[in-house]
């Protein structure tokens, strides 16, 4: 077989589930392992890499038809070039860059007008000085009142009369490809330019044919070559094409979620009963009746406890709501069945927290209940893991240590996970895995919108407690400006003098430990000037375990009167005397950790008060933001604005941050309505056997990733 035909026969061979290797060969190696790192595997993937921006690329014309911020094709002879070294930039393996400006003159008019290149390599300069003319396309922008353009593409021509290889090229349309894991957007262009003809006209389809002409969708290879641009793009079109993708993701992902939640349903589990005296026994060792929304979240949970299948309920509710006192109950229920019950936090400070709530509420003899951190010396940590595996420890309260191997346990009936949000799906799993058919248990202080709560938590049945107890005085939002600062410094001073006691936040600088530590000594320093004739002391994340312990509990028992601190106070924390949180730059911080901050106030019979303290101009985007925050005390209506600012973060994978290699073009905050739509559609037909969905759900089982990211 010569050379050509084996190129044909390889060509031929690309399908959708080739590998990226197959489709770009090994020249391209470093590319397709920074591709296959952003989750772009084979070539199927390349179908949801969208295009920046798809451009009709307007004719031939002189320079006088140039409009500033609009693309242009012309057509010059090079006049001169100038490139000067750029000394402070290097490019890879440390290349001299080049600032370039070449003056060209327009073969259509007499024209003259200047193309730059920025921190280019010499090969720019290489090619621009063997030829004479030129092709050019780019967008226009005029400097001190001359036409240009910066980094413009262009051609060289043998002739001023060849023909156009724009359009010859690029069939009348600019495509621009974002750049992927530092792949630039030009190399993921022509990788996929390299994916056959054929494919294009042959994309499997995945919905029932029946579910495509009912909702007069496009097919979903038409979908595709029109994003694409493989089809000449309307705006009709477009629209049509996005729905059908939309709808897309959104269906693919309920199906996702139907096997999880299946998955985590499948084993049995023990049943944990107890009569109503009991339960009512446990419910009294609280000194306060339980709200009609505690109650009603008791029954939910009761019922999964004598299920043959593990709970798996998340119980979500504004700060201070009282989800503690129902996961507390829950505990109970199991540790009085032979049980044990593992409560995982996301700090130790909240561990701690949770420990010294279980011991105001067990004392020293009904349960037997530790406390595990990283910080814990080994050869205690040693002592508690021997005494877990032999059913020595009821209840056993920790943060990330407790999914270490060697954590394990006689009976884990039940695991806590306090705060969820601040975990990754494959910790949750790791904690329940300890155990045969564990139930879970999952609290969420950040409500979650209902969207959020089809797709991130769709495998979890959901309590809500929306009544607060009674009694409690709540807090008032205030923001701050550099005029206001005075005004706030004498209200500190007010509360003070009623013996009430004080937070002050920094913000966490996540790029530099160094630098978080230096701006709260700045503001610790700052307060004891202002306050000098009271306690003053700082908190942060760096401090040693027991250090922190030590502040919390003198803070607690009001030696401390004004407590400077990092972010590790936003759960955890619970001192009735402190009145006042004041925030010192709020718009680093997120719109629910701000909501969480404030929470630590306002949770006795004193009012609480926030400041959003900005001690210098912020933009009008970050003050809309904090006006959120200030004209709202509903949880929900803020985890909503949050979830539109940041992202709704990767559903079937380790990510929570808001990364877009999940979502392409599905935004469950501005196609809600979509979302719904397919939810719908999908558990219907699931409901109905449909072959076409037993399928695909058939082909999604086996991806791991649903089912455990660890």
């Not at 979620?257 to 944990?272: E, G, M, S």
Request: charged share 25%.
């Amino acid at each position: 077989m010569n050379s050509l035909t084996e190129k044909k026969t390889k060509k031929a061979a690309i399908s959708w589930s080739s590998s990226l290797e197959d489709l770009i060969g090994k020249a391209s190696k470093k590319s397709y392992e920074k591709l296959e790192l952003a989750g772009i595997k084979e070539v199927s993937d390349f179908l949801w890499a969208f295009p920046l921006r798809v451009l009709e690329l307007p004719p031939l014309r002189s320079f006088d038809h140039i409009e500033e911020g609009r693309i242009f094709i012309g057509r010059a002879k090079i006049l001169n070039i100038q490139a000067k070294p750029n000394f402070r930039v290097r490019g890879r393996g440390k290349a001299m860059l080049y600032n370039i400006m070449v003056h060209v003159q327009d073969l259509l008019s007499d024209k003259v007008l200047s193309l730059k290149w920025f921190n280019s390599y010499g090969s720019i300069t290489s090619k621009l000085s063997k030829v004479t003319y030129l092709e050019f396309m780019g967008e226009a922008s005029v400097f001190n009142g001359q036409s240009q353009f910066t980094n413009p593409d262009f051609f060289a021509l043998e002739t001023p009369n060849d023909p156009s290889p724009f359009v010859t090229v690029s069939n009348e349309l600019k495509i621009q490809y974002p750049t992927i894991n530092t792949v630039s957007g030009i190399h993921v262009k022509n990788f996929i330019d390299k994916i056959p003809k054929d494919l294009w006209d042959n994309i499997p389809e995945t919905l029932p044919q029946s579910l495509i002409k009912k909702k007069n969708f496009l097919s979903l290879g038409d979908a595709f070559k029109v994003i694409h641009a493989k089809i000449k793009p309307t705006p009709e079109l477009e629209t049509k094409a996005e729905k059908r993708l939309i709808y897309e993701e959104f269906f693919e992902d309920q199906l996702k979620i139907h096997l999880r939640r299946k998955y985590f349903k499948k084993p049995k589990a023990k049943k944990y009963a107890v009569t109503e005296e009991v339960y009512k026994s446990f419910s009294n060792l609280y000194p306060y009746e339980l709200t009609a929304d505690q109650a009603k979240t008791m029954v939910d949970i009761r019922k999964d406890l004598v299920s043959e299948h593990p709970m798996m309920r998340l119980v979500q509710g504004d700060v201070g709501c009282g989800k503690t006192t129902v996961a507390m109950i829950a505990a109970m229920i199991i540790i009085e069945n032979g049980g044990q019950v593992a409560l995982m936090c996301p700090t130790e400070a909240l561990a701690m927290q949770h420990f010294m709530s279980a011991h105001e509420l067990f004392g020293d003899y009904t349960v037997r209940y530790r406390l595990i951190l990283g910080s814990t010396p080994a050869k205690e940590k040693k002592l508690i893991q021997a005494a877990l595996l032999a059913g020595e420890i009821d209840f056993i309260i920790g943060t990330h240590s407790l999914i270490q191997d060697t954590i394990q346990f006689k009976e884990l009936g039940l695991a806590i996970i306090d705060e969820q949000h601040k975990f990754g799906v494959d910790q949750r799993i790791k904690l329940t895995s300890k155990g045969s058919g564990t139930h879970c248990l999952i609290m969420s202080a950040t409500p979650i919108p209902r969207s959020l709560s089809l797709t991130q938590y769709g495998d979890l049945d959901i309590s809500s407690i929306r009544t607060m107890p009674g009694g409690r005085k709540g807090h008032k939002t205030r923001i701050v400006t550099q005029e206001t600062v005075q005004q706030f410094l004498s209200f500190i001073m007010t509360r003070l003098s009623l013996h009430e006691q004080i937070y002050v936040v920094v913000p966490a600088i996540n790029e530099s430990a160094e630098a978080d530590f230096h701006n709260l000594v700045e503001t610790l320093e700052r307060f004891k000037k202002y306050f000098p004739d009271h306690r003053v002391e700082g908190l942060h994340g760096q401090m040693k375990s027991d250090e922190k312990a030590a502040m919390f509990k003198d803070f607690k028992a009001h030696k401390i009167d004004i407590l400077v601190s990092t972010s590790v106070i936003e759960v955890g924390i619970n001192v009735l005397n402190a009145t006042v949180m004041a925030i010192i730059n709020p718009e680093r911080f997120g719109l629910s950790s701000l909501h969480q901050l404030r929470g630590r106030v306002g949770r006795g019979d004193k009012p609480g008060f926030c400041f959003l303290v900005n001690d210098k101009q912020i933009s009008a985007l970050s003050m809309e933001r904090l006006k959120v925050i200030e004209a709202n005390t509903d949880g929900f209506k803020i985890a909503e604005e949050d979830l539109k600012l940041r992202g709704e973060g990767d559903l079937f994978g380790t990510d929570q941050s808001g990364s877009q290699a999940q979502k392409r073009l599905a935004n469950i905050v501005l196609h809600a309505d979509i979302l719904y739509e397919a939810r719908e559609d999908a558990f219907e037909l699931i409901k109905a056997h449909d072959p076409d969905i037993e399928k695909l759900l058939e082909k999604y089982s086996t991806d791991s990733r649903i089912f455990t990211t660890a």
